[in-house]
């Protein structure tokens, strides 16, 4: 079996190689080609970690922090798969010893690093499964475990149509930690063995949350706050139509209100727009103009005087400061949804127990599927969900502060994933 799937790798890569550095991508295209084929030079490691891409690297981050600290003296390689997941990678963990591509998964490339790295753990991120890899490590003496797992349902019918394959791969991992419950059952199904597995939670809940305060600029806010965070191209026209929905309606009622003599006011809502990627905050601005909406950038509001008025849509053209805004946000909505770009993280809106929307496209997340169950979030399908979602939970406060709580129960009640596998770490290499 392995000689069969070392051929197809190794056939694989000669094919994969030549395409990959016509693309745009890895900026030293020669430490990329060295790497993936396993022939650049290495030192010995005593902690390998591999995430794949972003995501993972993302998700692992309080781990890598924390496994940091708990053993200094360690020595802890990161590889990634992708340039976008490197790049992350040796931005948010300086404290690797190493951050390097993951040597292709064929004979010849993981045996070369796997015996110059000769690392005492090897930890996989969500269940990347790498037959060459596993069993070189094992050969060597390390120990494999993987941590934050999850078996998705596309991967799961694929594995079970090999499950003799897949049982003799898993055999070579000495531990798999994986998410939920249904993932442990899953991998199970594929041939690991039950006594090898557990449930861990998920790291993305272990979120780093900023607590700092924010900067004094937030107290010339007196209305209500949309926060639409991380949003990408093709989404910030969807969600200014919503915005401009909401305002059209609110002078509606505001004039109805005040020509029969009701004393009750409609919410006056502000926008906060904030753009996941800083190369595009011109580009919103662009478009706010083309509309002739009113708005500021973050960056000019220390030059309003006190008594200006605020303009009722700020756009967010700072880094740092997104994680304390949605602490003071009335309603959040989280971007890369609306889009197929997969969505972002709805932890930090949780965790400080505020109201939640997103769009349709929440595939990085799964876990959105449990907010949604719980009432914890509510999902948009377009401009005028957004519209009537947000003024519905601004008219109904008890459902808004509900919605909040149950989304902070479901952080409280998963946190803890990252003690987990430190302590499951710490069973492997002890305390040195």
Not at 371 to 382: G, M, N
Request: glycine share 6%.
């Amino acid at each position: 079996m392995y000689i069969f799937y070392n051929l197809l790798t190794f056939i694989g890569a000669i094919f994969y190689l030549p395409t990959l550095l016509l693309k745009k991508g890895p900026e030293n295209k020669q430490t990329f080609v060295k790497e993936r084929l396993g022939i650049s030079s290495y030192g010995k490691a005593d902690i390998w970690v591999h995430a794949v891409s972003v995501g993972e690297v993302l998700a692992c981050l309080p781990f890598l922090k924390k496994l940091n600290k708990e053993f200094p003296a360690k020595k802890i390689v990161l590889s990634t798969t992708t340039y976008t997941g490197q790049k992350l990678a040796k931005e948010r963990f300086r404290e690797a010893h190493r951050v390097m591509y993951v040597p292709i998964d064929t004979f010849f490339s993981v045996t070369r690093v796997v015996n110059a790295l000769k690392p005492e753990l090897f930890i996989t991120a969500e269940t990347e499964l790498w037959p060459a890899m596993f069993k070189a490590l094992r050969k060597a003496g390390s120990r494999v475990i993987t941590l934050n797992g999850r078996i998705s349902d596309k991967s799961f019918k694929g594995y079970r149509k090999i499950r003799f394959i897949m049982k003799n791969v898993l055999s070579n991992v000495d531990f798999l930690y994986m998410q939920t419950k249904k993932d442990a059952e899953r991998i199970i199904a594929i041939g690991a063995d039950p006594h090898r597995v557990a449930v861990m939670g998920n790291f993305k809940f272990d979120l780093e949350v900023s607590t700092k305060t924010l900067a004094r600029w937030h107290e010339k806010i007196d209305r209500d706050i949309l926060l639409a965070a991380s949003t990408h191209e093709g989404e910030e026209e969807i969600v200014l139509d919503g915005y401009e929905l909401i305002m059209n309606r609110t002078r509606n009622i505001k004039h109805m209100t005040e020509t029969r003599g009701h004393k009750s006011q409609p919410a006056d809502v502000m926008l906060i727009i904030a753009p996941r990627h800083p190369e595009r905050f011109d580009e919103v601005a662009r478009i706010l103009e083309r509309r002739n909406l009113e708005y500021i950038k973050r960056s000019n509001i220390d030059s309003i005087r006190e008594k200006d008025p605020m303009p009722s849509i700020i756009l967010l053209d700072t880094i740092g400061e997104l994680s304390g805004l949605f602490s003071i946000a009335s309603i959040a909505y989280i971007g890369g949804s609306l889009v197929p770009n997969g969505g972002h993280n709805l932890m930090e809106p949780a965790y400080w127990s505020k109201p939640t929307i997103f769009g349709p496209h929440m595939e990085n997340f799964p876990i959105t599927k449990d907010f949604l169950e719980a009432a914890a979030a509510l999902e948009v399908k377009d401009a005028h969900d957004i519209a009537e979602t947000v003024l519905e939970l601004l008219h109904d406060r008890s459902r808004a502060s509900e919605m909040g709580h149950k989304a902070k129960v479901i952080v409280e009640n998963n946190t803890g994933a990252v003690n987990k596998a430190i302590e499951l770490v710490r069973g492997y290499i002890g305390n040195s």
